[in-house]
C-alpha cells in the first residue's frame, strides 16, 4: 500500500492547480479516494462518525448483486445450449463460460460509458466523482436481454446517466432510477430487441449447430400473457434456469442478494414488505375476478395463483433492487408503505392487462418514481397539519 | 411521578474512558476565560478593558441588544487579554484569576417572598441569567417574556457523560432554592425529567414545586428537547426555557449567599485519558491542569463538552459555559488503505455494514475520522432511527439549505437545537454538517424573527 501511496503523492502535483493534467482533478480524486479513505477528521458538530460512507453503501448492494450476476451467466450459458439440445453433453463449466463470454462484456460497456461520462461532467463541473453508478453500472445489464447487442446497451447506458441523472444534478439529485431509465429508453428504441420470444437466449450457432426442433425461447411471462399457460413450472421460475433477462430469472438468487440488504440494513425493509403486499393484493383481486375477464387467455392469465405470480418476470428483481433505490423511491417511512404497495399493485396490474408488454413492473416503478415526491408531499402535509393542529388545540 | 416516556428511537454509542465516580485533584490553573462563541444569536459589546481588576459577579460583555442581560466572570483578578480572530471578533476574554476568589455582593434573599421582577433583577444582575435558555433557538433566554414552562433534564444520556447525580451530591438545599427561584419566573409548571433506569439522586427526587417525569431508552433521551417534544412541545409563539441542574444550583448560592459561585463539578473522559475521573473546578477554567500527564501522548483532540455536541479546543483551551465534561480522543487523520471495504470491527454503525455489529457491547475508541466524503442526501430512514422526534429530519434540513423560513416553521424547527440532532450527523452516510446547518436555520428564525 506505500508503493500506491507513494505513486498518488507522485503524479499528484499534475493534477493540482497549475499542473499540467489540472482538469482532471475530479478523476485524480476520485481514484485516491476510491484506494484511500482520505483522513479527514470532522470540523464542526460531532466529532466521531459512523463508519459508512456512500462508497461502503454502494458497494454492499453490489455484493448483493453478484448471486443474481453468477446465476445469470450460468443461465444464459445453459439456455444457449438447452436451445442447441446439448445440455446433456456439456459441462457447468462450458455452461458458465459460454455465459461469461456473453455477460461480462455487457457489464464492461456498461460500466466503462457510464463511468466515463460521469468522469466527464465530474471534470466540467469540478465536483468530486460520486458512486451512485457502481450499482446502475451493475443493474443495467441484468435488466438486459442476453441478445442486445453492445451498441444498444451503451447508447441506453448514456442515455440514463444523462438524461436520467445529470441533468437533475447528478447522484442524489434524479427523480427516476438511471437502471430502468436505460431499459426503458432500450424498450422504446428497439422493441424488437427487448419483447418477444428470440431475445432472451443467445441462440448463435457455431458450424454443425442446429435448434431444437419446436424451441420456444418465450418467457413465462410472455406465454402467459399470449396464451395464458405456460409450460414452466412454479419451481424452474424459484430457481431461474428459464429466460428471461440476465440477473431477474433466478428469484435464490435474488432472494440471497434481499438478505443482505436487508440484514445490513441498506435496503428498506417496509418498500420490499408493502411492495409484497402490494402484488399479493392485486392477485388475489384477479384470482376473484378471473372468470369475468373478456378473453379465454385473460381468464387464464387472471387465475394464475397469486403466489405464481410473485415468481414470474422481473418482479422480484425490481421490488428488491431498484424499488428501494433511496433516491427515487419515497423518503418518508409512511410514504415507503404507500410507495411500495403501489409498486407491488400495480406491477401486476400492468402485466395482466397489458398483453403487448407483459413486463409490468418496470413501468410500475418509474411510475412510482414519479409518484414518489407526490406521496412524500402529502405525508408531510399531514405531519404540518398535525403541528398545526396543536396550537388550535391549545387556544380553543 | 407522571407515566414513563420511553424514548425508542436513538442509539448509544458506547465509548471506552468512562469517567470512575472520584474526584481527583487538579491545581486551579492561572486563567479563566468567557468565550462569546458559547452565546450565539447574541450581539456582544465589551464593558471591560485589559488591565481592569474584577470579581466574580463583574460584566465582563453585555448583550447589545438587550443591554440587561450581563455575562459576568466567573472568578476575580485582572483582564488579562481579549483575544480576537478574524475581522477582530472576539473570541475569549481571559481572566488571570486571584489565588482566593472575590465575589461582588449582590445579598442573599429568599425567591419565595419575591416577586417576579425582583428574582428576574437579582439573576439578570448577577450573570446567573445566561445560564437559563430558551427554545426556540436555544439561546439565552429573552428576560422580557415568560415562558410557559420550564425543563430541567436530569440526567445526560450522551456517550461518557459526566453522571449528574453524581455531580449534584449533597446540594439539595441549593437545588430546592434555585428552583423556588425560577418557580417565580413562569405561570406554568417546572418540569424535572430524570433516568428511569437509574435510581435518581434525592436532589431530584425530593424536590418540590416540580413535575417529575421518568425517562426511558437511548440517547439522546437525556437532552431536555427530547423531554420538551414527549411533556409539552413547543408551538409556534410560544417560548419553554431550559436550564441544566448544575445551573439552577448556581442561582440557588446566589440567592443563598448573594454571589455568582460558578463552581462546577465536571468529568474528564475519553480513550485517550489515562484515569478518567471528576474534577471540581469554575465555569471558564482553563484545562491545562486537568488533562496535564492524565492523556495519552497521542495526536489528540481535546473536547469542551461531549463528543457530539462539544467544541474542539486546544489541550490549553477552556471549557465552555454550558460544558460539563472535558472529552479526549484520539484524531483519525490517517488515510486508509480501502477504507470503504474494510470490515471494520472497532468502528461504530448503525447499519450492519461493518463488523462492529458482532459485538454490539463492546467499548470502541473512536476517533475523528469522517470515514468517508461529503455527498449529496442519498440515503433515506437512516436520521429516523436515530430522532425521537414527529419532524421530518432530512425534509427540515433540505428547507433549512434553501432559506425557506416558512417551511423549517412548518416542519417544526422551533423544537430542535444541534444536540438533538446532533445523532442524525454521527449516523449520516453521506456526512452532512447537521448541526451546522440546523444552527444556520436557527440563526436566520432569531434574525427575521426575533427571539
Avoid at chain 2, 458506547?14 to 462563541?37: H, N, R, V
Avoid at chain 2, 434553501?402 to 416542519?411: F, H, K, R, T, V
Wanted: hydrophobic share 45%; with cysteine; proline share 5%.
Amino acid at each position: 500500500m506505500k508503493i500506491f501511496k507513494n505513486l498518488l503523492e507522485s503524479v499528484k502535483p499534475h493534477f493540482e492547480e497549475g499542473g499540467k493534467l489540472e482538469k482532471l482533478y475530479p478523476v485524480y480524486d476520485g481514484m485516491a479516494t476510491f484506494l484511500f479513505v482520505p483522513g479527514h477528521t470532522t470540523h464542526s458538530g460531532a466529532h466521531i462518525r459512523d463508519g459508512i460512507d456512500l462508497k461502503r453503501t454502494m458497494i454492499t448492494v453490489v455484493f448483493a448483486l453478484i448471486p443474481a450476476l453468477l446465476f445469470g451467466m450460468w443461465n444464459v450459458g445453459y439456455q444457449h445450449f438447452l436451445a442447441l439440445g446439448m445440455n446433456e453433453t456439456v459441462t457447468f463449466l462450458d455452461q458458465i463460460l459460454f455465459g461469461a463470454t456473453k455477460v461480462v462484456p455487457m457489464v464492461v460497456v456498461s460500466y466503462a460509458v457510464g463511468l466515463g461520462i460521469e468522469f466527464g461532467f465530474c471534470i466540467i463541473k469540478k465536483h468530486s466523482i460520486e458512486e451512485g453508478f457502481l450499482v446502475s453500472g451493475m443493474l443495467i445489464p441484468l435488466i438486459m436481454p442476453v441478445g442486445i447487442p453492445l451498441w444498444m446497451l451503451a447508447l441506453s447506458t448514456a442515455f440514463a446517466v444523462i438524461i436520467g441523472k445529470e441533468v437533475f444534478g447528478g447522484t442524489g439529485m434524479n427523480i427516476l432510477n438511471p437502471a430502468l431509465t436505460a431499459r426503458a429508453f432500450a424498450f422504446f428504441a428497439y422493441p424488437a430487441y427487448m419483447s418477444g420470444d428470440k431475445v432472451w437466449t443467445d441462440t448463435s450457432l457455431e458450424a454443425g449447430q442446429t435448434l431444437v426442433d419446436g424451441y420456444s425461447g418465450a418467457t413465462a411471462l410472455g406465454d402467459l400473457a399470449v396464451k395464458g399457460t405456460t409450460h414452466l413450472s412454479p419451481m424452474e421460475m424459484f430457481i431461474g434456469n428459464i429466460p428471461g433477462s440476465i440477473g431477474e430469472t433466478s428469484v435464490v438468487a435474488i432472494l440471497i442478494g434481499a438478505a443482505l440488504l436487508l440484514f445490513t440494513g441498506i435496503g428498506s425493509w417496509r418498500i420490499m414488505l408493502s411492495g409484497l403486499l402490494g402484488a399479493i393484493t392485486m392477485g388475489l383481486i384477479f384470482n376473484a375476478v378471473a372468470p369475468y375477464a373478456i378473453s379465454p387467455e385473460q381468464q387464464a392469465f387472471m387465475a394464475v395463483p397469486f403466489w405464481e405470480q410473485l415468481l414470474l418476470g422481473g418482479f422480484a428483481f425490481g421490488l428488491v433492487f431498484m424499488a428501494t433505490d433511496p433516491v427515487s423511491a419515497a423518503q418518508t417511512t409512511r410514504g415507503k408503505w404507500i410507495y411500495g404497495f403501489l409498486v407491488g399493485l400495480l406491477c401486476i396490474m400492468i402485466r395482466v392487462f397489458n398483453p403487448a408488454y407483459p413486463e409490468g413492473v418496470m413501468m410500475a416503478i418509474l411510475f412510482m418514481n414519479v409518484m414518489a415526491p407526490l406521496v412524500d408531499h402529502y405525508v408531510i402535509e399531514a405531519n404540518i397539519k398535525k403541528r398545526k393542529k396543536r396550537i388550535q388545540v391549545k387556544t380553543a | 411521578m407522571s407515566e414513563t416516556i420511553k424514548i425508542k428511537r436513538g442509539v448509544d454509542v458506547k465509548l471506552q474512558g468512562k469517567a470512575e465516580q472520584i474526584y481527583a485533584d487538579a491545581q486551579m490553573p492561572e486563567t479563566f476565560a468567557l468565550k462569546p462563541s458559547d452565546f450565539p444569536g447574541v450581539r456582544l459589546k465589551l464593558s471591560v478593558r485589559e488591565g481592569d481588576t474584577v470579581k466574580a459577579g463583574t460584566p465582563l460583555f453585555f448583550n447589545r441588544d438587550r443591554e440587561q442581560v450581563k455575562f459576568c466572570s466567573p472568578v476575580s483578578g485582572e483582564v488579562a487579554e481579549l483575544v480576537r480572530g478574524d475581522k477582530r471578533k472576539l473570541l475569549e476574554v481571559r481572566i488571570l484569576a486571584d489565588t482566593t476568589t472575590e465575589y461582588v455582593d449582590f445579598g442573599s434573599a429568599d425567591p419565595k417572598t419575591m416577586d417576579r421582577d425582583a428574582v428576574k433583577e437579582k439573576m439578570l444582575q448577577s450573570g446567573c441569567w445566561p445560564l437559563v435558555r430558551q427554545r426556540p433557538y436555544n439561546v439565552v433566554a429573552n428576560p422580557e417574556r415568560s415562558p410557559k414552562a420550564i425543563f430541567i433534564s436530569c440526567f445526560d444520556s450522551a456517550p461518557l457523560a459526566a453522571d449528574v447525580d453524581f455531580v449534584v451530591h449533597g446540594m439539595d438545599k441549593e437545588f430546592q432554592t434555585g428552583i423556588d427561584a425560577l418557580s417565580q419566573l413562569t405561570d406554568g409548571k417546572i418540569h424535572l425529567g430524570v433516568d428511569s433506569s437509574a435510581n435518581p439522586s434525592s436532589v431530584f427526587t425530593s424536590c418540590k414545586g416540580v413535575v417529575l417525569h421518568k425517562v426511558k431508552g437511548p440517547h439522546p433521551a437525556g437532552n431536555v428537547g427530547v423531554q420538551i417534544h414527549h411533556i409539552n412541545p413547543v408551538n409556534k409563539g410560544e417560548v419553554v426555557w431550559t436550564l441544566n441542574p448544575r445551573d439552577v444550583i448556581i442561582i440557588g448560592r446566589l440567592f443563598l449567599e448573594g454571589k455568582f459561585d460558578a463552581r462546577v463539578n465536571i468529568a474528564l473522559a475519553g480513550s485517550e485519558v489515562l484515569k478518567p475521573r471528576y474534577y471540581k473546578t469554575v465555569i471558564g477554567t482553563n484545562i491545562k491542569n486537568i488533562v496535564a500527564a492524565n492523556v495519552s501522548a497521542n495526536n489528540n483532540r481535546f473536547i469542551s463538552g461531549n463528543v457530539l455536541t462539544g467544541t474542539k479546543i486546544k489541550p490549553e483551551g477552556y471549557l465552555g459555559f454550558y460544558d460539563q465534561q472535558i472529552t479526549v480522543i484520539p484524531e483519525g487523520d490517517q488515510d486508509e488503505f480501502f477504507g470503504w471495504i474494510n470490515p471494520g470491527f472497532s468502528k461504530f454503525s448503525i447499519s450492519r455494514t461493518l463488523a462492529g455489529w458482532m459485538s454490539p457491547n463492546k467499548k470502541l475508541a473512536l476517533d475523528t475520522g469522517m470515514n468517508g466524503e461529503e455527498r449529496a442526501f442519498v440515503v433515506t430512514g437512516e436520521y429516523e432511527k436515530v430522532f425521537p422526534f414527529d419532524i421530518y429530519p432530512v425534509q427540515l434540513l433540505k428547507a433549512i439549505m434553501i432559506n425557506d423560513i416558512e417551511a423549517m416553521e412548518n416542519l417544526g424547527i422551533y423544537e430542535l437545537a444541534e444536540e438533538d440532532m446532533a445523532l442524525c450527523e454521527v449516523v449520516c452516510t453521506s456526512k452532512t454538517p447537521v448541526q451546522k446547518v440546523l444552527r444556520q436555520g436557527l440563526d436566520l428564525m432569531l434574525k427575521e424573527l426575533g427571539d
